[in-house]
């Protein structure tokens, strides 16, 4: 994507970067403890699932360059199958968690297959027409009950010991799902495979020239996010014990889209933010019915024309200046 | 003769004038976003709402200044394109020297802003446009019943797509065009404004869609979400012809209309979803399209 929004972490002191990286990380879980003493927990558990589902989204965007218009598949696919398997198979939860992200990963191999062999435009043309064949399965397949979706799903014991119908209980499994997959990704980006990634997502054909098999590691990085995707959507359909058509419905694709974009694509916080403003945003204008999707399509343009680096991008732009002044 | 391959005729092509009608409507949408695409290197995902817009003009124009159906064809996409060489002049046209995407995202953004603002206005429930009388009423063919306007709607689409074909592949401003389009700098150096080039284009783009939103308002009813899943399928239309050529679109429009509509008689599961199956198949085999260039 534009140049300019990329430039920090090549240009920043890795060291620097890394303690950061570490300080803020610091301060983002120290909130999370606490927060379920200030908010209402199931707010909170709500924008943990749409953060780690943001952050998955942002490892294929922001960092490789590939703008995925059809992500609610792996979200809602996901939260479909986990929701079968606890409520019709009876499988414990982390089970039921675990068949769910194996499915959209499953899911993200066939998708990623496809997608990746087209560019930019197409890419996001073709993510977003494959989401849609999914929404139309998701819609007429039994097992998924139509408009209904699958309602009173049990959250049962988590590993055999936490009983998860305590609050407080699934607060801190939730929480420790997002801090699990917020790591792993961290770690991947930070990977010699993550530096590769970036460097397709600069400039491919230098990447394919110095002998890399670009083709590998933009399916991996797909199937990776959407894996991630999916273990967001079961968590989350465990936690709301719900599946609905709402989860795999193009307007979701549209709103990681616009958490990411919000919070800054390409920064490894950016997509936690974005989620929170997003999620908290719903909350307010979700009895305005279409304000919201107005409001929704406001800050899309404001971000495009004026916000390009989102509030953590902002953010480190200043951080940087400062340093430097 | 009253089956074929165990359908009844009647039936059969019931849903083949019905896979020309969705056809018709494919064929304009794509066109326009063809040309959109050709010189701004812009997904349109605008194009829906745009498309629900022209349905809205033509029901405006009839219900508060009494303008009927063929007023309706001139002034709403007039008044639509009007509505994009605005969009394009504020907005787009900050973005060329950014990134494509942005371009998607910004479509994208405007087009939950339109249908959010028709929906709060007008909620979901379509709202009626008659048929304009002339063209009510239809011809008994024999072996099916074909409506007049369904097939106005065929005829009129048809025209309009050979048309902007041979503006563009044919008459001296169409050539200005595809130059613009191989190397926009090149063209800018002989003369010809490339900007007011680019925003015109992007007006009559905007305008095909409203001219189809015109031409939809009969047939569906005038919603504020007409467009919102058709631009999808139409998205995928894209993808199967390829964007580079005009007429590649419009023949692979009409195309995919009529398998879908042949989809829903013999497998009616599977209609929705066969233009995607179709896109995914099309992908593995070529995936530049059926009439795209790398």
Known sequence: MAEDQYKPHASRDDAAEARYDRKAFLVMMALFLVAPAVVYPVFVMKALCFALFACAFNLLLGFGGLLSFGHAMFLGMAGYVAAHAAKVWGLPPEFAILAGTAASTVLGVFAGLLAIRRQGIYFAMVTLALAQMVYFFCLQAPFTHGEDGIQAVPRGMFLGVLDLSSTTVLYYVVLAIFTAGFLLIYRVIHSPFGQVLKAIRENEPRAISLGYRTEHYKLAAFVLSAGLAGLAGATKAIVFQLASLTDVHWSMSGEVVLMTLLGGMGTIFGPVVGAFVIITMENYLAELGSWFTITQGAIFVVCVLAFRRGVIGELEAWLRRRRAG | MTEIFGVPTQALFGQLLIGLINGSFYALLSLGLAVIFGLLNIINFTHGAQYMMGAFAAYFLLNKLGLNYWWALVAAPLAVGATGVVVERLMLSRLYKLDHLYGLLLTFGLALIIQGAFRHEYGSAGLPYSIPEILSGGTNLGFMFLPKYRAWVIVASLVVCVGTWFVIERTKLGAYLRAATENPAMVQAF??????????????????????????????????LMGADTIIVVFAVVVIGGMGSIMGAVVTGFGLGIVEGLTKVFYPEASNTVIFVIMAIVLMIRPQGLFGSR
Do not use: K
């Open chain 2, 191 to 224: 003369g010809v404004n490339v900007p007011r080039m680019i925003t015109l284009t992007y007006g009559f783009g905007v305008a095909l869609a409203g001219l189809a939103g015109v031409m939809a308002a009969p047939i569906y009813q005038v919603n504020p």
